[in-house]
């Protein structure tokens, strides 16, 4: 159990370096067993989840060599089924069962588990896969599936909550190898699910309409190696952007993506943060803000990221009036709250919306984290907060935010982790 000291109220400003996508990342590191080829892909952040797909890879008999910012994997022959402590730490795990299907025509994987963010089902993955001609078994807590020959089919992939973003992977993996011609409907067009079909299609695959919620795939025989560099980490930028008003500072953000960030900027417009949008970077001018409250819902891509929620929470701690956030795609992922109304905060909790009350005064506290994205939210919380703040359980934030106090140190926080 690791933890960070912070010592808030500080100005910070600056730049900082946005490292490859997590998200992006994971599902590409999914979708290698497609291939007996070498498969290299660059700006691949170093991270614990990260880490743990890897883990599982070398498991299954991967070869994977790390050479400055580009990794190599080869799945070459590989074997076994994937290891089950690490599927269960990670539930992106879930991925591997679209390409090791149609690789060999069989997975077996344990069911992944809930987490703080409320229950993480996978029947729409396991929907997609049927629909392509696989049989699905739930044995011992475990997936069984198989396939004589995936086939090519039409399929549905919306839930209660919209798209799915593993599941739109999931099913990609499996059609790009199916004989025929699928249609996803309802397909998820996150920027990492693109990103993913553009590292398919280098691979040989054949994906029209990427970025469209219809995808159609036309299956071929086999896939080769690829380069693939990662897109920019958009949730990564995100949260330094939400910190910078917070922190009355003006940041430089790159590399970055704004075309992947269009909901984000509107949410700072409408609260009165000024940002400027280059073709590769953003800069937040958090200096001098007077917030604006705002009514805020998350949404499927395009719409604001669930993943921004509890950053944007804070901020709306310091805007002047009452502000909304509802979530519509992870209804229970409010366990921060309860942590920042300890430095402060009022938030109250109206079924899936939060109210938040502002400006309320932040005050250092001692704090935990419980899930990646609000033990994040906490940093920023007690970088704004007058006085001093603990962060428990920071394990949680280590799997999605590569080299994270360094960069906030690099802005003029004062952050040190306890031992
Ligand atoms: C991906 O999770 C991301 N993780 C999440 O980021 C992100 O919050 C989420 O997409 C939404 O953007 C990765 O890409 C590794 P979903 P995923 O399937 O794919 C419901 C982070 O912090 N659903 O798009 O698991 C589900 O319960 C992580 O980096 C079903 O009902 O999310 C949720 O309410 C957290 N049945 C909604 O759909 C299913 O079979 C969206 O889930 C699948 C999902």
Known sequence: MASVRILGGRPLSGEVAIGGAKNAGLL??????????PVIIENLPRLED???METILCGLGGKISHRESTTQICMKDFTGDPNGEAVTQMRASVCLLGSLVARRGRAVLPLPGGCAIG??????????????GCEIALRNGHIHVTAERLRGASLFLGGRHGSTVTGTANVLCAAVLAKGTTEIQCAACEP??????????????????IGNPVLTVEGVDGLHGVRHRLIADRIQLGTFALLAPLAHGDFFLSPADPSHCGALLEALDRMAVPAEVGPNSIRVLGRRCLLRPTDLTTLPYPGFPTDLQAAMCVLMTQA???SIITERVYPHRFAHLGELERMGASIALEGQSAIVKGPRKLTGAPTAAADLRGGACLYLAALAAEGESTVRNVQHVDRGYENFEEKLRKLGAVIERIP
């Open 28 to 37: 590409a590191l999914a979708a290698t067993p497609l291939t007996d080829d």
């Open 119 to 132: 229950p993480r089902p996978i029947d729409l993955h396991l929907h997609g896969l049927q629909k392509l």
């Open 50 to 52: 990260i880490r743990t």
């Open 320 to 322: 002047e009036g009452i």
């Open 192 to 209: 990492e699910v693109v990103d993913l079909c553009h590292f398919l299609q280098k691979m040989g695959a054949k994906i029209y309409d």
